[in-house]
């Protein structure tokens, strides 16, 4: 693909937007006439999609601590060793070693506090002492003391445009603690219940494996904090993904053009001429029960002739043809349009339909032979088709009688395929989808076996589509390249209406998916603002971005520093950040870049 482009261009396609195009988006992706390429990617890319999008929409001049962080100018609290010296008796401070009793209070009176150490030199000791005496501090309503000489904090809440509070307890937010990996992080919980107890401890995620901190999981605690219901929220996008499973099904039978799509997309006049002549065609394969010579010919055109004066008469046939070859029919008239039914099938497939193995050899010779007629009608279509020949082993005319029977019989089931798939409201917006594509695609994939289905992967790429060949009345004057054309363009029409009906759709699922997640928002909000310790990954955290938004931590410790990359970690820091305490060690464990060249050729 490299080799034949030189620019390639790739869009991420997202089924939560409300683009409009989402169902265009959808159709291509099912009506693609071709090969399809997957892309796959060494790194999990949706950790990284919400950095992005974090990075896309802030502020570049104005994010927290941007001094320190950019600049290198970093503010000490002369007073921090008069506010903590009540507290320091609680956190041990006295068993700490010179140097962690250093980076202890270096950490404190900084608003960007920096510890680094080699292994076994009690860093994460010092980060859950720091995490304690700030919890005193906070009890004691002395933690904006602390944070004051940098920045006069909030004495009332603010709130945003949803009308969620940004502040917690009169402005005493959770101490957030962030780490690279999901170990860390337990580990770090488990030291903060010691001393804090686990209804006021939170962590963000479910990939704990710890079972002591069980209790403390957000979505455990969200069970038993009640909050505002979305039940019928839910009961309402669960309808809405009933009536786009229909149109999901309706949609992947556009994919394939039978004798029964074919039929549905004649026009009365079309249909009425095609069945004229249809009945005069020589049976190829007729029914055992029927028997075949020209006194029935006669009587069935003459019966066809008196038939197609009711304005209802398409209806009626529709009705008659849809039933089973074997299934009893209630009057004579009816017996009469099965024969009709069965005669017009088989002129279809045995005289009208073009020869799918041909098209498999205009698929090697390119779509230029497709599109020639369209661009000069009076081209040799016979030579075309003969040079195709030249090329086909064996005679396609030697069909299989058996299949041929088998066709019979199983005709009336193939009308009553349901394709609908039935989902629990605990799925994921693209997981349904996902599951509808499947299985379409499944029950097509069956479809396309058979010798007298196409569709339009049969069919050279970049085929021109033809309009006016869909409106010819007289449907057996087609030339065989003819009929190819008119089934690819057939392929692509007659979808519109419902294109319009599943973007209709999509959109009002992704109003109440958003009004789901608000609410969803607004009760985990709720939650962890009762909390004195939140803590996450960092891919957790950029993923939950508009909740700690809402959540307001003025301060933030981060386990493991060293191996985050500092895009992921400015992505994260809301603007209420007003410290930032940074443990790790960058002489042993560095961030992980994905991307081979760059490590190697950039040294990143």
């Known amino acids: 693909l490299l080799e034949k482009h030189s620019v390639i261009g790739v869009e991420l396609i997202s089924f939560h937007s409300s683009d409009a195009d989402t169902a265009d988006s959808v159709k291509k992706l099912l009506f693609n006439s071709g090969k ?52 320091l008796k609680d956190v041990e401070y006295e068993k700490l070693e010179e140097n962690q009793r250093n980076a202890f209070v270096h950490a404190l009176a900084s608003t960007l506090g920096i510890i680094q150490g080699p292994p076994g030199t009690g860093k994460t000791l ?42 917690n307890n009169e402005d005493n937010p959770p101490i957030l603690i962030l780490t690279y990996k999901n170990h860390a992080l337990d580990e770090f919980l488990l030291h903060c219940i010691r001393f804090c107890d686990k209804r006021y401890v939170t962590r963000i995620g479910g990939q704990s494996k ?63 001429d095609f069945v004229d ?47 089973s070859c074997s299934q009893h029919q209630e009057s004579e008239a009816d017996k009469m349009i099965g ?22 050899q205009l698929q090697q010779k390119g779509s230029f032979l497709l599109n020639a007629h369209i661009k000069d009608n009076n081209i040799n279509d016979d030579v075309i088709v003969d040079e195709i020949e030249d090329d086909v082993l064996g005679e396609d005319d030697e069909l299989d009688e058996d299949y041929i029977n088998e066709q019979h019989a199983t005709r009336a089931s193939a009308f009553d395929e349901d394709f609908k798939s039935k989902f629990k409201s605990k799925d994921l917006k693209s997981e349904r989808l996902a599951k509808l594509e499947a299985s379409v695609s499944k029950k097509n994939a069956q479809k396309q076996k058979n010798k007298n289905v196409f569709c339009l992967s049969d069919f050279p790429s970049h085929c021109a589509l033809s309009k006016s060949i869909l409106t010819k009345d007289d449907l057996w004057s087609l030339s065989q390249i003819e009929r190819y054309t008119f089934i690819y363009s057939s392929l692509h029409s007659g979808n519109d209406d419902l294109m319009d009906d599943m973007n209709e759709l999509f959109e009002k699922i992704n ?41 307001a931590p003025k301060v933030v410790l981060v386990e493991e520093a060293a191996e985050v990359l500092e895009s992921c970690l400015v992505a994260v820091l809301t603007k209420s950040v007003q410290k930032l305490i940074l443990i790790g060690d960058h002489k042993q464990l560095k961030p992980q870049v994905d991307t081979y060249h760059l490590r190697r050729e950039h040294n990143f």
């Open 36 to 87: 399809m390429i997957m892309a796959e990617s060494p790194t999990y890319f949706q950790s990284f999609k919400h950095v992005l999008n974090s990075l896309q929409y802030s502020e570049l001049g104005n994010f927290p601590l941007a001094n320190e962080i950019i600049h290198g100018r970093f503010k000490q609290y002369e007073g921090c060793r008069n506010l903590i010296s009540p507290y």
């Open 126 to 167: 010092v980060g859950t002492k720091l995490a304690k005496i700030l919890l005193c501090l906070q009890k004691d309503n002395k933690l904006n003391n602390l944070l004051n000489h940098r920045q006069t904090p909030l004495n009332h809440a603010v709130e945003n445009d949803d009308g969620i509070s940004t502040s």
């Open 210 to 272: 710890e079972e002591d901190l069980k209790d403390c999981l957000l979505h455990n605690k969200m069970k038993n904090s009640g909050g505002i219901s979305s039940r019928q929220i839910m009961n309402e996008i669960d309808v809405l993904f009933a009536k786009l499973s229909n149109l999901y099904s309706k949609l992947g039978d556009l994919q394939m053009f039978t004798f029964e799509s074919f039929v549905r997309s004649m026009t009365d006049q079309q249909f009425t």
């Open 277 to 323: 002549k249809a009945i005069k065609k020589t049976w190829k394969f007729p029914p055992k029960s029927l028997k075949v010579d020209t006194v029935l010919v006669k009587k069935l055109h003459h019966f066809f002739t008196i038939l197609k004066e009711d304005p209802n008469w398409k209806q009626q046939f529709l009705q008659i043809m849809y039933r």
């Open 339 to 360: 024969m009709i039914s069965l005669k017009v099938r088989d002129a279809y497939e045995n005289h009208w339909l073009p020869n799918k193995h041909n098209l498999s």
């Open 511 to 551: 109003i109440k998916q958003k009004q789901k997640e608000m609410i969803t928002l607004t009760n985990k909000v709720e939650v962890l603002r009762t909390q004195k310790i939140v803590g996450a990954t960092i891919v957790g955290a950029s993923c939950q971005l508009s909740m700690l938004q809402k959540l």
